[in-house]
């Protein structure tokens, strides 16, 4: 073989091993760090936690809202502004007793079962923002207001 031969092609995994291998960094004589960031880092919606939502007695009346700023909280994002009819009958309605106590999820997963099946979660990453639009608006293009 001549030295002008092309290499012998990588495999598909090889790539990502060695740079894995790069990614992790001795911090003491038994200890390793990885500095690849979590997925939760990377992706605040993504993050497992759990919220106990606490009104002032068991008939305060929680909403929506509360349950989805709640779940949003620390997260970085923040809810669309209620703008339509429907979105401020959305956030006002009640929030079920079974989410003042909820979790291990992940946040995104408990805000799209907070919302329930009528509303579709759509995320802005630019102004890290979730909002909320009912299937029936996205299915017949007609918007409420």
């Not at 990588?10 to 500095?35: C, F, K, S």
């Not at 919302?115 to 608006?137: H, I, N």
Request: glycine letters at 8%; hydrophobic letters at 40%.
């Amino acid at each position: 073989m001549s030295a002008a031969s092309p290499a012998h092609p990588q495999p598909p995994g090889a790539t990502q091993a060695a740079q894995a291998e790069r990614d992790v960094i001795h911090t003491a004589r038994y200890t390793l760090v990885n500095l690849t960031p979590d997925d939760a880092l990377r992706q605040p919606l993504h993050q497992i936690t759990r919220h106990t939502l606490q009104g002032h007695t068991k008939s305060a009346r929680l909403t929506r809202g509360d349950g989805l700023h709640a779940w949003l909280a620390g997260t970085g994002y923040g809810l669309c502004l209620p703008v339509s009819s429907d979105s401020r009958l959305f956030y006002s309605s009640p929030l079920p007793d079974v989410w003042r106590n909820a979790g291990p999820m992940r946040v995104e997963t408990a805000l799209q079962a907070i919302a329930g099946l009528a509303w579709k979660m759509t995320v802005d990453e630019v102004s890290r923002t979730v909002c909320f639009v009912p299937y029936w608006q996205l299915q017949s293009g007609v918007v409420r207001g």
